[in-house]
């Protein structure tokens, strides 16, 4: 800290760096910028909060009767002060700033601010999503993204793999949906495309991690990824960021291994490194949000069948659901609330509902023997709270077998030939899955509406700035 006030002198000093356990700072100087949060005026002495959003503790100043008589909410100050212990806080290193001179106002807030220092609701705060952010809640979640996001690529970072930058703009549809957005040029005219053919943005960067898995082993892709899915639901987006692992000489056990080990890394680390930010989602979002995440942390996720997932579901009151059908939301809360509220994988789903790129299981392992009940390896994870979380498989690595699927699909086989080609030449087991970060954030945030975990969100009818 000492070397921060320092190195920093010029710079104001961030709020987080005081915060920390700095009693025996007290008596330095130090310069700090930030929005006004709080304004106290009374008889003696004056208080203003001020936050610059390096942590969801705010810096108490505390100036002569007058002080900040003219101060608005919402405004930005700087303030040049000495540390001095925070006499009303139950904590004895607390600090707060002594003005030694007059603060300076950088910008003044007028009184029609539409933030107030009070609870706002998450749909008010929606619609003004350029100011959210000096907020709280989005403060904390803003946080947690990041740390979230430092810790995702050290994670891959650490266990051998390479970051690879997958494209936006792709000729392919990798979950075959057709939910795509289509991309359009300025030079584009009736007869000629400026690609050449039909372009899309990505649904997910999984079939190009699998060129350099098929190079590199072992290869991740943390992007950007778009659907113009008609989901109008507390759990989709229309951009969303996706973490892709995809690995060589994996089988299905391993992907499991894996995304249970890599979602524990991440949530064991974000209770160290955003400690207060979580807290403070525990205490404003979500009472159970701590002990959830314990839970997670101490169990070991369950792994159960499809099918046998289905007859849980058909012998619990669920009978309108058979073999063959998707899973829902509803059924999604039935099977965590089932196991105690734990992560639950469901494995080796209907070929006939998944993407051409899944591996079918071979006879011997499927249970089932008509190619209409065929099975394929691939995972779900769902978690309590927010449901479908993960979504993975091996890949199809035999040539044949993918081309005969292909072709059932009635896909064109030209557009996927180099796809195909990974198969012809020197093909490997291979699998990997798919993490929605914005799911995994309302995850650990306890934040209910996707919307509410995404900088700048996107969805139908919503495309604001
Ligand atoms: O299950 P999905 O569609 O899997 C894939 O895209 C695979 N290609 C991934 C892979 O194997 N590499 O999507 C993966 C995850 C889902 O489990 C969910 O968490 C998230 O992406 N997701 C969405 N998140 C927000 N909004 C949407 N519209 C989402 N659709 C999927």
Redesign the pocket.
Known sequence: MNNIIKRYYKWPTRINEINKNNSHLVGKEVKVKGWVRNIRNQKSVSFVEINDGSSVKGLQIVGDKDSFSKLKYGSSIEINGRLISSLGNTDKNAVEVQLTEPYKLIGQCPDEFPLQPKNHSFEFLREIAHIRSRGNSIGALLRVRNESTQLIHRYFNENGFINVHTPIITASD??GGGEQFQVKSSLDTKDALFFGQPSYLT?????E?EIYASSHSRVYTFGP?F?A?K?NTT????E?W?I???MSFIDLNDNLDIAEDFLKYLISNLLKNSKDDIEFFNKRIDTNLLSRLEKTLSSKFVRLEYKDAISLLQNNGHSNIKWGDDIQREHEKFITSHFGDIPVFVINWPKSIK?F?MRENDQSQSLNDSNSMATVSNM??LVPTVG??????IREERYDKLLNTINQLGMDKEQYSWYLDLRKYGTVPH??????????LQYVTGLQN?RDVIPIPRYQNYCKF
Do not use: K, N, W
Request: aromatic share 12%; proline share 5%.
């Open positions: 990798c979950e649904v997910s960067g999984q079939l991690a990824t659907r899915e989901s759990r989709h987006l229309s969303f996706m892709e692992p995809e993407p790129y779900d994870l479908e979380l993960i979504g993975g498989s699998g990997g899955f798919g993490l929605g970060f914005e799911r995994f996707i």
